[in-house]
């Protein structure tokens, strides 16, 4: 019994510093972030938030061409009800980046253009930026909520045109959070969300030329839910 558990013992420790090697060798970084679209209506300022996790992390470069890092990320689109019962959803798309264009420019000039800035984000914690309008998120609407071939885009800086008079962007910030992640708030306004999990918003499986709906052609489920 003695010997199985110093057996035991010397297979744990060696796991346990095979482990730690990696992590030193190839180190990981991950912190939650959130974004919040604010906007001016008729009735008054109204906003919105969503927070995702993001993680990034080096990898082993076995091939020349490889990669050395690689990226994960756990968000859903910002939604925010307007008046008359329209919306306005500020889409995933580079959400692994945002964090690092707004928070580090210009890029810091030493090591790894992606993994030092993810080491450093959790200094951010707490505060709140400003994302400069060349980092926004796409956004969108749709004319019929329950049609997603409906999805139009909208134009940041003419929010009125598709919205009506007196509804403007007043700001998109990011802010290094320790908030849990958002789950469930776009499937709540868009009920048949998970059955286009495998599909474009047009109802192809894949992108095509043939489309009559380049727009929705180009979106995914995964553009409102990573999960899906």
Same mark, same amino acid.
């Given at each position: ?28 970084? !991950? ?9 001016? /209506?008729? &009735? ?14 080096? =990898?082993? %470069? ?49 090591? &790894? ?35 997603? =071939? ?15 008079? @007196? ?5 998109? /910030? ?8 958002? !789950?469930?708030?776009? *499937? ?5 969300? @998970?059955?286009?999990?495998? %599909? ?24 409102? &839910?990573? *999960? %899906?």
């Amino acid at each position: 019994m003695n010997r199985s558990r110093k057996v035991l013992a010397v297979l744990a420790a060696l796991v346990a510093a095979a482990y730690l090697g990696w992590r030193i060798t190839y180190p990981g970084y !991950e912190w939650r972030q959130k974004i919040t679209v604010e906007v001016d /209506t008729p &009735d008054g300022p109204v906003s919105a938030s969503s927070v995702a996790e993001v993680a990034w992390w080096a =990898t082993p %470069k076995i091939l020349p061409e490889a990669s050395p890092r690689d990226w994960s990320v756990r968000a859903e689109a910002v939604v925010l009800r307007l008046p008359d019962g329209q919306y306005l959803f500020a889409l995933v798309g580079s959400a692994h980046l945002v964090a690092r264009a707004v928070l580090f420019d210009p890029l810091p000039k030493q090591g &790894d253009p992606y993994l030092v800035p993810a080491s450093r984000m959790r200094r951010f914690n707490g505060e709140t930026h400003d994302v400069p309008p060349k980092h926004y998120p796409l956004l969108v609407t749709f004319t019929d909520i329950a049609d997603p =071939t409906t999805v139009r885009r909208v134009d940041p800086g003419d929010l009125a045109a598709t919205f009506g008079p @007196g509804v403007a962007l007043k700001r998109i /910030t990011l802010e290094i959070t320790d908030e849990a992640v958002t !789950e469930g708030e776009v *499937e709540a306004v868009l009920g048949w969300l @998970g059955e286009y999990y495998d %599909k474009r918003l047009d109802g192809n499986r894949f992108g095509t030329i043939n489309t009559t709906n380049r727009f929705a052609n180009d979106l995914s489920a995964g553009r409102f &839910d990573t *999960e %899906k």
